[in-house]
């Protein structure tokens, strides 16, 4: 069984979406921690569903705590990092190789900004293709090689709700993408590069028919 952690600040929706469909596919993965540098609805859900979690409180200057925190769960085989913060160099060489982040756009477009705010400036902008990016997490901003991304052309004239959960449902099956290919686990002997529009490069190793709109309100709660 493989394990993974979470470091988090935000309201959880991809947390909740790794607990959910490790559940629903039984993916042979536990999430062992989740660590919040402040209260938030991703340390909420983590109570609620008895996942061990922290709050410590975190910056690059202030990392003693945190670092004292990953020692004890050497058995940790990669950490998801939803934290509003960048993660400083001495954090990622003690646990080098680890760190895997999310990133709402097709980078390196919109590094640095934080979760939808990427949608909000690709619409500015005027942008004809959206999409999604997960990556290895270096001492660059939003820098680390890339593991996966998804990509879609956008209609401006959609609502942003349903725009921003385009994005949060490519950006996901992303992260379960490059996760299960670290892991060195696949669900799937048939290889998906397009789902309901959207490309995704290298093709999904699972099938994203068994997650029907029943589960995404689930993860969307």
């Known amino acids: 069984m493989k394990k993974i952690g979470f470091l988090v600040s935000g309201k959880g929706g991809t947390l909740k979406f790794i607990h959910l469909v490790q559940k629903k596919l039984g993916i ?24 061990e979690n922290f709050i410590v409180p975190y910056s690059a200057n202030h990392n003693q705590e945190l670092i004292a925190l990953l ?10 990092t939803n934290i509003h913060k960048i ?24 590094g640095g900004l934080i979760g939808m705010e990427t949608v909000i400036r690709a619409k500015e902008d005027k942008v004809l293709f959206l999409g999604a990016t997960c990556h290895e997490v270096d001492e660059s901003l939003d820098g680390g090689p890339i593991l996966a991304q998804s990509s879609f052309a956008v209609d401006w004239s959609m609502e942003m709700p349903s725009i921003f959960h385009a994005v949060f449902v490519s950006a ?20 998906v590069e397009e789902h309901e529009n959207v490309n995704y490069n290298p093709p999904l190793i699972f099938k994203p028919n068994n997650l029907t709109g029943t589960f995404w309100k689930k993860v969307s709660r």
């Open 28 to 51: 042979p993965y536990k999430i062992i921690f989740v660590i919040g540098d402040r209260k938030c609805g991703a340390i909420k859900y983590a109570i609620e569903n008895n996942l």
């Open 87 to 110: 993660i400083d160099p001495v954090t990622l060489s003690t646990f080098k190789d680890k760190f895997i982040n999310l990133h709402y756009s097709l980078l390196p477009a919109y």
């Open 172 to 191: 996901n099956y992303c992260l379960l993408n490059a996760l299960l290919r670290k892991l060195h686990i696949k669900l799937s002997s048939r290889l």
């Open 71 to 80: 020692k004890n769960y050497p058995q940790v085989d990669l950490i998801i």
